[in-house]
């Protein structure tokens, strides 16, 4: 847990900004802050790309942020066109985000699966680490697939 010696927090603002041309609108009333944008996928997807190390990074920076938040008595929700992507802070307990994001103070929301979807479609980074995880299956079944025969082969032998 994070130790922060202020408290609490009261937040009020209306931010407006984008990541690579996707625009986003933060907005925070008091302990509660929602992100809305019309592609949440892409937007990930974009800042996925810009953080050096893709995926691993905002993985932890999520988990860190929801920690944060949870100290400082905030709440943030994601959203886009399609509905509620994920909260993240104070209030949320998920075995789920624990499991996928280190953090079970963040929780997926209706359209997360969606989300990550557009993002393995959009980022660069996520794509070349599905490439080589695809490479690597398909390397480790063909050795087991070697392995396997050679051992029927001998099993095969033994009994002539």
């Known amino acids: 847990m994070i130790a922060i010696p202020i408290g609490e927090l009261q937040v009020d603002s209306d931010l407006q ?49 929801a920690t944060l938040l949870d100290a400082l008595g905030l709440t943030a929700n994601v959203v886009d066109d399609s509905g509620d992507v994920l909260e993240l802070g104070r209030g949320c307990h998920s075995v789920l985000g624990r499991l996928l994001l280190s953090s079970d103070r963040v929780q997926l929301g209706s359209t997360s699966m969606r989300v990550i979807g557009t993002v393995v479609r959009h980022s660069q980074v996520v794509q070349r680490r599905v490439a080589l995880a695809a490479a690597g299956a398909v390397g480790g079944g063909a050795v087991a697939g070697v392995v396997v025969v050679a051992g029927l082969r001998r099993r095969s032998g033994s009994r002539s």
Do not use: F, H, K, M
């Not at 990930?44 to 190390?53: C, I, K, N, T």
């Open 17 to 65: 900004l984008e990541v690579d041309g996707v625009p986003a609108r933060l907005i925070a009333n008091g302990r509660q802050l929602t992100l809305s944008t019309s592609d949440a996928g892409r937007l990930v997807a974009r800042a996925l790309d810009s953080l050096p190390g893709g995926r691993g990074p905002l993985r932890s920076a999520l988990a860190e942020a």
